[in-house]
């Protein structure tokens, strides 16, 4: 009996992570549909956004000892 309480409860944990590890098989990897130009569109969109964020940062170094000194 705990043998087969055991083997339930091991299959209770194993099996949602076969589920898991199974989602890409089924309907194929979304990213491969895209074509070599919107890649490329996308990837420079992305660049855009990180450097705008870069010069969003201040130049001066961050204090944090400011107001306690």
């Known amino acids: 009996m705990r043998i087969v309480l055991i ?4 299959a209770a944990f194993v099996l949602p992570a076969q ?6 098989k089924r309907g194929g990897d979304p ?27 201040p130049d001066k170094p961050f204090d944090p000892w400011r107001t306690m000194r």
């Open 7 to 10: 083997l339930l409860i091991t």
């Open 19 to 24: 589920a898991q590890r199974m989602k890409g």
């Open 31 to 57: 990213n491969q549909a895209q074509s070599a130009d919107a890649k490329k569109k996308k990837a420079g969109q992305e660049e855009k956004a990180a450097k705008s964020a870069l010069d969003k940062l």
